[in-house]
């Protein structure tokens, strides 16, 4: 009832954006962890499938024993689908034998994509050529646009609903999580979300605790020069 795109950016950070006609896709399907991976759990989702699979991955495993043990516990496998990728940008898949066609996943240096109920093949293929042919971009935006891809060459069968982009980049909480669970057009509301999100909601968040500055900013004035220098800079990169 999904498809999804998750991948490791060079800068370390990892990304999830999803599609869905179901209802907030964003609450059940994606996961990840800072410096550790990602994943998207989908079909009939098995959210039980996340903290195990990172888990996993932060002891070093590999995705694809990783996915083996997870669905050979499972007595619904054939049912659900399942793709993560490590540190390393190795990713794996799996897709259940149930699962409603057109169904599958794919893999490249660095992301996995991976669908069912789909209008076809057509729609993981382009939002893998998508993602490799837009490295200039903002890891979110390229994950965004990626995603806009497999819509515009036919998405879920079923239609639109819902739609989702989580990143996690240093620190134990994420850097975004954009859900737009129920709405006519979920990827154009989602990329309206993100753009919203660079007003204030991004350079802000660059002020906030963290693992190399724990007490964050607390001068408001700091954090405001920040916002100004944020804008500065991406004004500076478009130019």
Not at 53 to 77: F, V
Not at 130 to 146: C, D, K, M, V, W
Request: hydrophobic letters at 45%; a neutral charge; aromatic letters at 6%.
């Amino acid at each position: 009832m999904t498809w999804s795109l998750i991948a490791r950016d060079s800068s370390g950070a990892f990304g999830v954006a999803v599609a869905s006609k179901f209802f907030a896709v964003g609450a059940l399907c994606p996961h990840a962890r800072s410096g550790v991976g990602a994943l998207a759990t989908q079909a009939l989702v098995n959210p039980l499938y996340a903290t195990p699979a990172l888990d996993g991955l932060a002891l070093g495993q590999s995705p694809a024993d990783i996915i083996k043990r997870l669905t050979a516990a499972d007595e619904g496998r054939d049912h659900r689908q399942l793709h993560l990728i490590g540190a390393d940008g190795q990713a794996a898949g799996y897709t259940g034998s149930a699962c409603i066609d057109w169904c599958g996943h794919t893999a490249g240096l660095g992301y996995s994509v991976a669908g069912n109920m789909l209008a076809g093949p057509q729609v993981i293929e382009a939002t893998a050529r998508a993602y490799e042919a837009n490295a200039s971009l903002p890891f979110a935006e390229r994950l965004i646009t990626a995603l806009a891809a497999g819509e515009a060459a036919g998405g879920d069968k079923r239609g639109k609903q819902a739609a989702a982009l989580l990143v996690f980049t240093t620190e134990d909480y994420c850097a975004l999580d954009i859900r737009v669970d129920d709405h006519a057009e979920p990827l154009q509301e989602l990329r309206r979300l993100y753009d919203k999100s660079l007003e204030r909601y991004q350079p802000f968040s660059t002020c906030l605790p963290s693992r190399r500055s724990p007490a964050g900013v607390t001068d408001r004035a700091v954090i405001e020069a920040e916002i100004t220098r944020f804008h500065a800079r991406r004004n500076g990169a478009a130019a």
